[in-house]
């Protein structure tokens, strides 16, 4: 496999880890132990029938608490480092042997993709929250396990055209944060 592939698909399960791991999980868990499609040696990780099962288990428990309103805030509050701790495990399982600083900057790497995922996701859920209706909570959720399911085979089957919507999405993310710090600062202004 070459490096860019290698890299697509790390980038593109990390940053897919951070919204849902254990979708992520699962996809990578399925397409390595049914062969959809080629995978290095490497992924054979996540093909055992326990790791694919807890994770699908855990799938149907974070469907559920995903669709309760300020439930899913609190899901997504105790996987603020779950998330992040699995898209690490996961990068360094995707690079497979390597030097250990390799593995440390792809560990590092995959955890920071998976926590700007997170914080996005989570962020936009406590902004939901503060909705009346319960129908805004739902179209997210069913938008991000969408997101994460196509992610995660684009990861399998494109994983540069993964790398760049990554890459895409992580410019996103930051012009966001910069823009909502900005508003907040000036905000804090006003009120002096």
Not at 4 to 21: E, M, Y
Not at 137 to 157: K, M, P, Q, R, Y
Not at 173 to 190: E, F, P, T, V
């Amino acid at each position: 496999m070459d490096l860019l592939t290698t890299l697509g698909r790390t980038l593109g399960f990390s940053f897919a880890a951070g919204v849902n791991l254990y979708a992520t999980v699962a996809i990578m868990g399925l397409a390595s132990r049914y062969q959809w499609v080629a995978l290095p040696e490497q992924f054979r990780i996540f093909d055992n029938k326990w790791i694919i099962g807890a994770a699908l288990a855990m799938y149907v428990v974070e469907f559920v608490a995903d669709k309760i309103p300020w439930v899913d805030s609190v899901w997504d509050a105790v996987h603020t480092v779950i998330r992040p701790a699995g898209a690490a495990l996961i990068a360094v399982a995707s690079i497979g042997h390597a030097r250990p600083e390799v593995q440390a900057a792809a560990a590092l790497a995959g955890a920071a993709l998976a926590s700007s995922s997170h914080f996005a996701k989570a962020g936009t859920r406590v902004a939901a929250n503060t909705s009346p209706e319960p129908f805004s909570n739902w179209i997210l959720s069913l938008s991000e396990d969408g997101f994460v399911i196509a992610l995660g085979v684009l990861a399998l089957t494109h994983p540069i055209a993964a790398a760049v919507i990554v890459i895409a999405g992580v410019a996103v993310i930051l012009a966001s944060a910069s823009w909502l710090w900005k508003k907040l600062k000036n905000r804090r202004k006003r009120r002096r």
